[in-house]
């Protein structure tokens, strides 16, 4: 059902990328620049958990397993399991197969993707692009891991050459490997087909390899739109996260991760104290988050969800015409609502528009609260300091040569 | 003891940060560990069977008849013994099942779905309201959208 409703994108979007302007900045490590439209990060603000609001005054845990009830009485686990089940559907896992919780975030969910890797591979090699979410390299020093970083194409999307080299060279240890579902910095999608066909190329087979997906803002996204490589338990691969509190929204940080229930048996253990069976990265765990997560999904359906994300990409690809008509070199990946540009100059701006920068690109995440009317604003003012920028540079220029800029225009060669 | 703590606790120069414990514990006249026996229910409880039951928490404190007497209340209020018997089960089993696991379904939305929301939340608010009776905390952060809550009228 999914996949008939999945979003049909709009014609696809050219790579704006000059050579010189993005080979340069990819060798800025770690990161580049993270700059998000509007109120920080990658968060839909869009959300209005008002009738919940009753259930501020408890202290809801969710500690030990969410399949087993402690002894401790106010939790959420029905909400958890049901949101569980829902994005098993979305994953397509049966109930019977899988496992998983609602985490704290995120990196929560590579830790515990990674960890479950580890524990059914022991002696694994961690694959991941040079691009991955730190937490996932975090995880490989954590669990003392030998970890690979493989180089990545000029779009953020891993480098396939590269990783069957790699590959090759360690065809004696099996593979652990994380498949990035949206890049941090360029929202880049890594071909999780490429990598299965890689892996069968290279002589690896599900006894030895292990995949996770670390889906963070575009797992959710993904299963939405038609074109892009689908993330399925049909799939040979382990494990799956995402964040809750990027594209769904929540008040709190939040994040799902699933795996296979044949695999997380290697890192259970009962503990009597908690009465119920310790699977998870954190003992106690919010169980306010799943009921939030609940509420969204169950007031929007896959539906709503799948609106959201036709109104992100539409939106996306809107704002990189607009920095294109700008003058302003712009790149957006096919699968993605990020549109990467030049770093802006002026403080100012940046601080207003809450950037987080490095190096000399930014990017924009379109979530489904950025309006087009704050869209146009910002790409109004981001023209509006560049020039102001450029009149200053110019300026300090022409101060610097020592005549107010009539030696410059004389010689030529300001 | 105040008096013997006066006496310099060497920290080795290459580790600033860490006091060597074994140091201080020789200076004291005994190791923290040994010092923590007694204090510790659940180091008292080591000796006790695993599996806890009704007695084992209130044999685990120490002498205070107001704890233990909580501590009868939780373990009648949780039915503590219940709940290890389906821990002991699915260890048998191996694997966790989901035939324990009660779920709020998720389905798409249509013209009932705002009513069943909140009709699942007050009854789950009511839910969590009787478990509460039971807790030794309370607290109430009061109405987070408007009203100043009792924290900020304390101040």
């Keep these: 059902m999914i996949d008939d409703e999945r979003v049909v994108c709009r014609p696809r979007a050219a790579l704006v990328a000059p050579r010189t302007f993005f080979t340069h900045a990819r060798f800025f490590a770690p990161p580049l620049l993270v700059i998000i439209l509007a109120q920080g990060y990658p968060y839909n603000l869009d959300f209005d958990y008002g009738p919940l609001e009753c259930l501020q005054k408890f202290m809801i845990n969710n500690l030990g397993d969410p399949f087993i009830e402690s002894n401790y009485g106010v939790h959420s686990r029905e909400f958890e399991i049901g949101v569980l089940n829902w994005f098993a559907k979305l994953w397509e896992i049966e109930r019977e197969e899988f496992w998983g919780y609602v985490t704290n975030c995120g990196t929560e969910g590579n830790l515990h993707g990674i960890l479950v890797g580890r524990e059914t591979l022991p002696d694994g090699i961690l694959y991941s692009s040079v691009e991955t979410h730190y937490s996932v390299f975090k995880a490989a020093r954590m669990y003392r891991m030998d970890a690979v970083e493989i180089d990545t194409l000029e779009s953020g999307e ?13 065809q004696d240890r099996p593979a652990i490997v994380n498949v990035n579902i949206g890049t941090t910095v360029r929202g880049a ?105 609940w509420y969204t999904l169950t007031m ?101 040569n020592g005549n107010g800029g009539h030696a410059a225009n004389g010689d030529g060669t300001a | 003891m105040i008096e013997q703590a006066s006496t310099p606790i060497s920290v080795p120069a290459a580790s600033p940060s860490r006091v060597d414990l074994s140091s201080t514990a020789q200076l004291l006249g005994s190791s923290p560990r040994d010092r923590l026996v007694g204090a510790s229910p659940r180091r008292a409880a080591s000796s006790l069977p695993r599996s806890p039951s009704k007695s084992t928490f209130s044999q685990a404190l120490p002498i205070c008849s107001a704890i233990e007497e909580a501590a009868n209340e939780l373990d009648d209020g949780l039915k503590m013994n219940d709940g290890i018997a389906i821990g002991d089960e699915l260890s048998k089993v191996g694997l966790i099942t989901h035939n324990l696991a009660k779920a709020l379904e998720i389905t798409e939305p249509d013209a009932g779905t705002k009513e069943r929301v909140t009709t699942i939340i007050n009854a789950y608010k009511d839910k969590l309201t009787s478990r509460t009776s039971t807790h030794m905390v309370g607290f109430d952060w009061g109405n987070q959208r408007g009203e100043r809550s009792s924290c900020a009228s304390a101040r």
């Design chain 1, 158 to 170: 891993m480098d396939y050459a590269h990783f069957r080299a790699k590959l090759m060279e360690n």
């Design chain 1, 189 to 293: 999608v890594d071909d999780l087909d490429k990598v299965l066909a890689i892996l069968d190329e290279c002589g690896f087979d599900e006894s030895n390899f292990y995949i996770h997906c670390d889906g963070a803002l575009f797992g959710m996204m993904i299963p939405f739109v038609k074109k892009a490589p689908k993330v399925s338990f049909k799939k040979p691969i382990g494990s799956v996260s995402v964040s809750g509190h990027k594209f769904v929204g929540a008040p709190v940080p939040c994040g799902v991760v699933m795996t296979r229930l044949r695999l997380i048996k290697s890192v259970s253990s009962d503990v009597e104290y908690l009465n119920s069976r310790d699977a998870t990265i954190m003992g106690s765990r919010n169980g306010h988050a799943p009921i939030y997560l």
């Design chain 1, 300 to 400: 929007k359906g896959y539906s709503g969800i799948q609106k959201d994300v036709e109104l992100c990409l539409n939106n996306a690809h809107r704002l990189m015409e607009m920095l294109e008509k700008a003058g302003i070199q712009t790149m957006l990946n096919e699968l993605s609502s990020t549109v990467v540009f030049e770093r802006p100059e002026e403080e100012a701006f940046v601080r207003k528009w809450q950037l987080a920068c490095e190096s000399d690109i930014a990017h924009v995440v379109v979530m489904p609260n950025i309006s087009v009317e704050k869209l146009e604003t910002f790409v109004k003012e981001l023209i509006e300091s560049r020039e102001r920028a450029s009149k200053k540079k110019r300026e300090a220029t022409m101060l610097a």
